[in-house]
């Protein structure tokens, strides 16, 4: 059998890594009974599109972004909020892969006949622009791409700026054309998707770690051998630490390649400058849980909970 696996990402991606991890593991695993096809992106569709064929059960396997995915599943445009995920990479990273997190969210994917597999992050969100960003004053009037839901819109809205929903293929066009003055990525898809080629300055503001979720089509993952289960259910344990690393490391070298060729100015901001933004991003906060009722509350309400346990058992 062959499992198809999309992604949002390109070839040499973080995704891309993720997914090559996870199909070494289950054709091994399976004596290569089993076989994923890889999907890099370009060749499927936008982000919006490839969510349709998993729903409908043309792909097995996809990655989707929360970014993206908020106008199906609103709960989800919580990852798309600012300073809600701890500074600490570790916490976050542990408290994304936890059961407690994924039971949150999974009946809402379930909702919309996706399987929830796992959270992945890809590092920390930098801003491109033709100029510093280091106050949200500075977003006055700035024309920022933003992933495909209107609850991305919205943290850029309160900093000022004038934000518009752009599939991630037709960023470095609008950016070139000057269509749009900025946008937010992980350094690595700053990089791999040439954007330092079309902006001026980077700004290191860590406002979020940008994250996707990997999900299949609910029947086809309902339907599969208990066996096939099991393979797909240790492999995506395996690899999510791979992804971490991969992450890290992609992001570490591509800074630096980029900071090399001298292609970008790169502006971090000091503890008050991020300080600003916070507050300026908390009113957003409202906005999330005006679209998502309860269930929002709940989640966010859980989430600073593990929040609180994660970083007092690493304290003591
Ligand atoms: O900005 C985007 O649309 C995309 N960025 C990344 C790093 N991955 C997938 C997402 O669609």
């Known amino acids: 059998v062959t499992w198809r696996f999309a992604l949002e990402e390109i070839e040499g991606s973080v995704q891309h890594a993720y997914a090559e991890a996870l199909k070494e593991r289950i054709e091994e695993r399976s004596d290569g009974r089993i076989e994923i096809d890889i999907f890099p992106y370009g060749s499927l569709g936008t982000s919006a599109q490839l969510t349709e064929l998993v729903r409908n059960g043309s792909i097995s396997l996809a990655f989707a972004s929360p970014g993206h995915l908020a106008n199906t599943i609103p709960e989800v445009g919580l990852f798309t909020l600012h300073y809600v995920l701890p500074d600490d990479a570790d916490v976050t990273r542990e408290i994304l892969a936890s059961a407690e997190l994924l039971e949150l969210f999974e009946s809402l994917y379930a909702n919309q006949n996706m399987k929830l597999l796992g959270f992945v992050p890809e590092g920390w969100m930098a801003w491109t622009a033709n100029k510093a960003l280091r106050s949200p004053e500075d977003f006055t009037g700035q024309r920022i791409r933003t992933m495909t839901s209107d609850m991305a819109e919205e943290t ?41 080629e079309v902006q001026t300055t980077m700004t ?113």
């Open 204 to 316: 290191l503001a860590r406002p979020a770690q940008f994250v996707a979720s990997v999900v299949s089509n609910l029947e086809w993952y309902d339907a599969l051998p208990e066996n096939q289960q099991q393979w797909l259910d240790n492999g995506l344990k395996d690899v999510a630490q791979i992804a971490w690393e991969t992450q890290e490391e992609l992001n570490q070298t591509r800074l630096a390649q980029m900071l090399e060729g001298g292609h970008m100015k790169v502006v971090r901001l000091t503890d008050s400058e991020r300080e600003a933004f916070r507050e300026a991003s908390m009113p957003v906060r409202d906005i999330y849980l005006e679209r998502t009722g309860e269930s929002g509350q709940r989640i966010l309400g859980r989430l600073n909970q593990l929040i609180e346990q994660t970083e007092t058992r690493k304290q003591s």
């Open 156 to 196: 850029f809205r309160a900093y000022g700026a004038e934000p518009s929903q752009i599939p991630y293929s037709q960023v470095y066009s609008d950016l070139q054309l000057r269509k749009i003055d900025g946008q937010s990525n992980p350094v690595f898809a700053i990089e791999e998707m040439d954007f330092y």
